[in-house]
């Protein structure tokens, strides 16, 4: 199965788990969404010939984030969804060192950063009222996805390598943070289809993105 026909294999997978979404059958969502998530994990794996610190810690996120897919169909169950947040929170953290490890400091680590940091704490204060005694755990997410995508900036910063691979990062950290906002409204805020509709494309692309990043490095 190369990089093509995963892609191909990908995009019906989506559109189907979305209709799921829509219709709130958990049973469809288990039925699709392990497959999907699943294909992200072996686009890294298939292009990874002699793995580099790199390459393995961008696996292990991509683990851990299929196991927290499969978590956050249970969104409705603290416990569970609780464990989900903690599994992609390991995996942002295997992204943001592999990021930083050959990142630099630079313009766009500077930009990206005061940007971010800014709007994660909007965000969170926007959030709190609703959050409960989720509190700690949300804060602890949006802190490390905020660290994330500093360190994708950083990379991004690093000229040496290859310029593709850096936008596949950086897009990808982009991406899966704007796709989390839309995770935490959909918890936190206002449940409807149209948080699932816009951000799980964003979430798969850049899952995607970040696992062919492993081919380029």
Request: glycine fraction near 8%; charge should be positive.
């Amino acid at each position: 199965m190369n990089q093509s026909l995963i892609l191909i294999s990908a995009l019906p997978l989506l559109g189907i788990l979305l209709y799921f979404e829509k219709k709130e059958s958990i049973k469809g969502m288990l039925g699709v969404k392990p497959i999907l998530s699943s294909l992200f994990v072996i686009t890294a794996f298939l292009q990874i010939n002699q793995y580099s610190s790199y390459q393995y810690l961008i696996l292990v996120g991509l683990v851990l984030s299929f196991i927290g897919d499969i978590c956050l169909i249970f969104f409705f169950h603290k416990k569970v969804f609780t464990a989900g947040l903690g599994a992609f929170l390991a995996g942002h953290v295997m992204y943001t060192i592999a990021f930083s490890r050959l990142g630099e400091v630079g313009s766009v680590m500077i930009t990206v950063g005061t940007v971010f940091l800014l709007t994660s704490v909007v965000i969170y204060m926007r959030l709190q009222a609703n959050l409960g005694n989720m509190r700690a755990p949300v804060l602890a997410y949006i802190s490390i996805i905020t660290v994330m995508v500093i360190g994708a900036a950083s990379f991004w910063d690093h000229t040496t390598i290859n310029i593709n691979c850096r936008n596949f990062v950086l897009t990808g950290a982009l991406l899966f943070y704007i796709s989390d906002i839309f995770v935490a409204r959909h918890r936190f805020v206002q449940k409807e289809f149209l948080n699932r509709a816009i951000g799980l494309p964003m979430y798969y692309s850049a899952q995607f993105l970040i696992a062919l990043s492993t081919g380029l490095i």
